[in-house]
């Protein structure tokens, strides 16, 4: 579980150092256009849904950029670092 | 994935339906249900698993960016057979790490944990193996054979 103390509802900004997406940052090189269209991108708001019963990563629900609300796990300690609580 | 297959209840849809219906039992509160995806094989799910639990579910691991997506139906048509799908496109991802091959999509009703309740399956019209980094999106229904994740009863 992530280390703060976060709990279901707080709301966090995705904010990554090299303006990464969540996926872009995980595959280490630019998505396709497809794909970058989809992604997590640097600056989206999250609010903490839950933490997975199994893994213990947190559920973070936000909007793409399509508007399609979506739910997506984050590593607990990629959550530590790159999440900014608001 | 444009094209799925009609979606089947199982068990623990088809006995909350005909309790529902032949007033045994109250429905569930209305809430929201999820769509997860499943790497079974096909032939090899089981309709008899009540829950996500079950040892034919096969669902994708959680620590790889994967998480079950509200499913967000029409209400159900009113036309015989009765059909019901998803409004809007579902989308999972982005992944962290390769998650598999995944075959079917199963409805249930958590987010999250291996006590949800089993609805139903739909079996994909083609597999889709995601890689690191993509995110997997399915149509909107339309209420048209093959468009989207159709439940009939």
Redesign the interface.
């Known amino acids: 579980m992530p280390q703060k103390a976060a709990s279901p509802g707080d709301e966090f900004v995705y904010d990554h150092p090299d303006d990464q997406g969540y996926g872009h940052s995980a595959l280490g090189q630019p998505l396709s256009a497809e794909m970058t269209e989809l992604d997590m991108h640097d600056g989206t708001q999250v609010t903490l849904l839950e933490y997975d019963e199994d893994s213990g990563w947190p559920l973070v629900e936000w909007t793409d950029g399509v508007g399609l609300p979506r739910i997506t796990t984050i590593d607990p300690d990629f959550f530590d670092l790159y999440f900014k609580s608001v | 994935m444009p094209a799925l297959s009609a979606g089947q209840l199982m068990q623990y849809g088809q006995n909350q339906a005909m309790n529902a219906v032949f007033r045994k039992a109250q429905s569930p509160a209305i809430g929201s249900v999820y769509m997860a995806l499943s790497t079974t094989a096909v032939g090899a799910l089981q309709s008899t698993d009540l829950t996500m639990a079950g040892a034919s579910i096969g669902e994708y ?10 499913y967000g139906p029409v209400n159900a048509t009113a036309a015989s057979p009765s059909l019901i799908y998803n409004t ?4 999972w ?5 390769a998650p598999g091959t995944c075959v079917w999509g199963i409805c249930c009703d958590a ?5 949800a309740n089993a609805i139903a399956a739909f079996l994909l019209a083609s597999t889709r193996t995601p ?5 997997l ?1 399915a149509a909107a229904g339309t209420g048209a054979a093959g468009v989207g994740f159709i439940c009939q009863v």
Request: zero cysteines.
């Open positions: 691991a959680t620590a790889s960016g994967y998480a079950r997506q509200v809007g496109q579902i989308t991802g982005p992944f962290t790490s987010a999250s944990g291996t006590t890689a690191i980094g993509d995110s999106q």
